[in-house]
């Protein structure tokens, strides 16, 4: 008996030792893994590119007429309303064709009215002969002859006629010159640039001349060059933001108004600009400011959230598995449902509690199935 009393406590103490042999290979192997603990918070999966800022709506304001700028009413960064006086061409030159034009529609119009009343005249002596053709008082000659003369008289007045219509167009053309001497803003905003200086003279004869550029900065566009890998993820309507390099704690949201069709070519890399607006009340934003723009494809708050260092490489398609070291210091494989993800942490949907601690970087071999869906 006392035989078997020791043979039993023998075979219990090496089942103990093994037993403890193991706990303690488990435990050593979870304390060498690094781990992180399953935490709450927000994350997005977003496309990110570099953008500039631009006004919205701007127009460049230029000379219709040649001649020398005589003065220029604004001044950079002045508030203008639409229709202000910005600047003035020597009229000169195009006053005086004004004046030209006046001038022969009045020597027309007079000629126009002594045509008429020869016409009258004409008109007289040709129904009298008429009449005296019908009484064979006067011959076929002297009709014929008051005939040809109404006629000739009546086409010199539409001659006349012609030549004041004539005339009439060139004056308003004119008179539109001449009042293209004085220019007014098109539109209300602020005079961001100044191309011409008073004094100097302007040939229009090809293409107008800038002479200053209004902008409305209220409302700014950001033009974002987005590659061709990612242009097929973006659509129009989804939420957009941006920082700059000024104010890099600062959010300007917007929604995505367009994708141009049309891409630029960079050094043999495609992109394509993508546009959206922003308000600008306070004139913090400037043009051609650089913008770090962020597309959000998804996002999603208070978020179960592990790091994907922690997710096995074959995870795809929302689902996926990760390594749990539970109290007891063993590690167990668990599946896990994945929602959002981006290149630092995952959400997990189902399978992991908050609090949890899961194994990062290399993963551990000694790792058993876990009881989790």
Do not use: C
Request: no cysteine.
């Amino acid at each position: 008996m006392r035989r078997l009393l020791v043979a039993i406590l023998a075979v219990l103490l090496v089942g103990v030792a093994a037993a403890w042999g193991y706990l303690r290979d488990g435990a050593d192997a979870a304390a060498s893994l690094a781990t992180a603990t399953v935490a709450r918070g927000d994350i997005e999966e977003t496309v990110t590119a570099l953008g500039t800022l631009q006004p919205l709506q701007y127009v460049d304001v230029g000379a219709q007429v040649s001649g020398q700028l005589r003065r220029i009413h604004v001044a950079i960064g002045d508030q203008v309303r639409e229709s202000d006086l910005l600047a003035e061409i020597d009229p000169r030159i195009y006053q005086a064709r004004v004046e030209a034009d006046r001038a022969t529609l009045l020597s027309l119009r007079a000629q126009l009215a002594e045509r008429q009343a020869q016409r009258t005249l004409a008109k007289s002596q040709y129904e009298r002969q008429t009449g005296l053709l019908e009484a064979n008082a006067t011959s076929r000659e002297a009709f014929e002859s008051a005939e040809a003369a109404l006629k000739a008289t009546e086409a010199q007045i539409a001659a006349l006629n012609a030549q004041i219509a004539h005339a009439e167009s060139t004056l308003k053309g004119d008179e539109t010159s001449l009042s293209y001497t004085r220019i007014y803003a098109p539109m209300a905003g602020t005079v961001v640039t100044l191309e011409a200086r008073q004094g100097q003279t302007l040939n229009s004869s090809q293409q107008a001349p800038i002479i200053l550029r209004i902008a409305d900065l209220e409302t700014m566009t950001v033009r974002t060059q987005v590659s061709e890998a990612d242009v097929n993820r973006l659509m129009p309507g989804m939420e957009v933001y941006f920082t700059t390099l000024g104010q890099p704690e600062r959010r300007w949201s917007g929604t995505l108004r367009q994708v141009l069709p049309s891409p630029e070519v960079v050094n043999n890399v495609v992109l394509y600009n993508a546009l959206f607006d922003v308000p600008n009340s306070d004139r913090v934003l400037m043009t051609q400011m650089t913008a770090q723009v962020f597309f959000v494809l998804e996002q999603a708050d208070d978020a179960l959230l592990v790091p994907m260092a922690a997710l096995a490489p074959d995870a795809r398609d929302g689902a996926g598995s990760v390594q749990v070291v539970g109290r007891d210091g063993r590690v167990e494989e668990r599946a896990v449902t994945i929602g959002v993800r981006n290149r630092i942490s995952a959400q997990v949907l189902a399978g992991l509690e908050e609090g949890e601690r899961v194994v990062v970087g290399p993963r551990s071999p000694r790792a058993g199935p876990g009881g989790r869906a």
